[in-house]
């Protein structure tokens, strides 16, 4: 399994980026894929995840509060890519992003869930994400 970020880079508060996440080598049929962000001195922190698989919890999203309403995550028609659509950026939201993959069918859409690092497998390298004027 391989994921590789894309679309990191310098933009001004209240800016846009979207970020991308290709994979390959994907032989599961039920997975997740989560975008977490680490910042400077803190810890990593999940914000988004969808569900791919072959039921109706097919495409459930989660949102952390902290981006809920500016961040939109996505995928491709094939689900080969992921996308994070990010706007109204704050200088809060600088970090390393990353996106990954938990192979054991996450319950996304699960009231209670959130993303835990520790059962996400595989990893992208990250990308650069800096906010600021």
């Known amino acids: 399994v391989q994921l590789v970020e894309s679309g990191g880079g310098l933009v001004q508060p209240g800016g846009s980026l979207r970020l991308s996440c290709a994979t390959s080598g994907i032989d599961f049929d039920d997975y997740g894929i989560g975008w977490f962000r680490q910042a400077i001195g803190k810890e990593r922190e999940g914000i988004s995840a969808i569900a791919i698989s072959n039921d109706e919890y097919d495409g459930d999203i989660y949102y952390a509060d902290s981006v809920k309403g500016r961040f939109t995550i996505s995928t491709d028609n094939a689900k080969k890519s992921v996308y994070l659509d990010m706007k109204s950026l704050k200088p809060e939201d600088t970090a390393v992003y990353y996106c990954?993959?938990?192979?054991?069918?996450?319950?996304?859409?699960?009231?209670?869930?959130?993303?835990?690092?520790?059962?996400?497998?595989?990893w992208g390298q990250g990308t650069q994400v800096t906010v600021s004027s």
């Open positions: 990954a993959l938990d192979p054991e069918g996450p319950e996304i859409g699960s009231l209670y869930y959130t993303p835990d690092p520790r059962e996400y497998r595989y």
